[in-house]
């Protein structure tokens, strides 16, 4: 190999080197994934509180909403609020049997007064495998959630939908 090459070689690797160097003492580092609101067997242990439906919102997908032991009587009763750490978990499928799962959305009660913009609820994605989605459309789920699940038109309770109107 020539010297010229061999120094353009040299010249290349040493700057990935350096420019990898640098990048790390920026004291920018990369977030770790956000873990998924829910623990991983909540599919197949929590309590289902809405069969596989077909959903007017959520992409047009089917649905079926499942409840963790705190969320379960507030869900379906009305007639208590929902305790900090409730969660509700709504499995997306693509399909009309609800056997081809495509995505979680949760909602996970916070402490009052903690994020009143979101009803005081952590609101989340994540795919099949559990890796968790970007936010950006937590706004959208909110949103819907205050016109469609609102307790004055008897269609929801605390921005938990329980019946849908078309």
């Given at each position: 190999?020539?010297?010229?090459?061999?120094?353009?070689?040299?010249?290349?690797?040493?700057?990935?080197?350096a420019g990898?160097?640098?990048?790390a003492c920026?004291?920018?580092?990369?977030?770790?994934?956000?873990a998924?609101?829910?623990?991983?067997?909540?599919?197949t242990?929590?309590?289902?509180?809405?069969?596989?439906?077909?959903?007017?919102?959520?992409?047009?997908?089917?649905i079926r909403v499942?409840?963790d032991d705190?969320?379960?009587?507030?869900?379906?009763l009305?007639?208590?609020?929902?305790?900090?750490?409730?969660?509700?978990?709504k499995?997306?499928?693509?399909?009309?049997?609800c056997?081809?799962?495509?995505?979680?959305?949760?909602?996970?009660?916070?402490?009052k007064?903690?994020?009143?913009?979101?009803?005081?609820?952590?609101w989340?994605?994540?795919?099949?495998?559990?890796?968790?989605?970007?936010?950006?459309?937590?706004?959208?789920?909110v949103?819907?959630?205050?016109?469609?699940?609102r307790e004055?038109?008897?269609?929801g309770f605390?921005l938990?939908?329980?019946?849908?109107?078309f």
């Amino acid at each position: 190999m020539d010297v010229l090459r061999r120094r353009s070689l040299r010249g290349f690797f040493g700057g990935l080197v350096a420019g990898a160097l640098l990048g790390a003492c920026t004291g920018e580092v990369e977030a770790p994934p956000t873990a998924a609101i829910f623990p991983v067997e909540a599919p197949t242990t929590w309590r289902e509180v809405r069969d596989c439906r077909h959903s007017h919102e959520h992409e047009l997908n089917h649905i079926r909403v499942l409840a963790d032991d705190a969320a379960y009587d507030p869900y379906l009763l009305w007639n208590a609020p929902f305790p900090v750490g409730a969660t509700l978990l709504k499995l997306e499928y693509d399909d009309a049997a609800c056997s081809h799962l495509i995505r979680y959305t949760a909602m996970k009660k916070l402490a009052k007064g903690s994020d009143l913009a979101r009803g005081d609820w952590q609101w989340q994605a994540a795919s099949p495998s559990l890796i968790v989605e970007e936010h950006a459309k937590v706004s959208q789920c909110v949103g819907c959630h205050k016109v469609h699940c609102r307790e004055d038109n008897k269609t929801g309770f605390d921005l938990t939908c329980a019946e849908e109107i078309f």
